[in-house]
């Protein structure tokens, strides 16, 4: 499967992005499908997860203000970012959870300004 993230930006501290991940072909509900990122400098992190009859999972650090969701029919998995932070500035990377290995996007630059 190939992943195609797109959705960052500049955007102030305080404001809003909507970042999409398009899947290339299906992608079945109980598939776990996540987000990471990874800010200059420092190791890639977990920022949320979510899959079919589960809460969705959340770093502490973004819990609150970033909402992950899924549109199974359109193959795409959202973040929607909220009072976002300078510290949230990083490539974001949306992730396929397969048994047989995982698949990643090829990331999309997320900038806040203070």
């Known amino acids: 499967v190939q992943l195609q993230a797109c959705g960052g930006g500049l955007v102030q501290a305080g404001g809003s992005l909507r970042l999409s991940c398009a899947a290339s072909?299906?992608?079945?509900?109980?598939?776990?499908m996540s987000w990471y990122r990874q800010a200059p400098g420092k190791q890639r992190e977990f920022v949320a997860s979510?899959?079919?009859?589960?809460?969705?999972n959340y770093a502490d650090s973004v819990q609150g203000r970033f909402t992950i969701s899924r549109d199974n029919a359109e193959n795409t998995l959202y973040l929607q970012m909220d009072s976002l932070k300078p510290e949230d500035t990083a490539v974001y990377y949306c992730?396929?959870?397969?048994?047989?290995?995982?698949?990643w996007g090829q990331g999309t630059q997320v900038t806040v300004s203070s």
């Open positions: 992730k396929v959870n397969y048994r047989t290995g995982d698949y």
């Open positions: 979510i899959r079919s009859g589960r809460d969705p």
């Open positions: 072909r299906t992608i079945h509900s109980s598939v776990v």
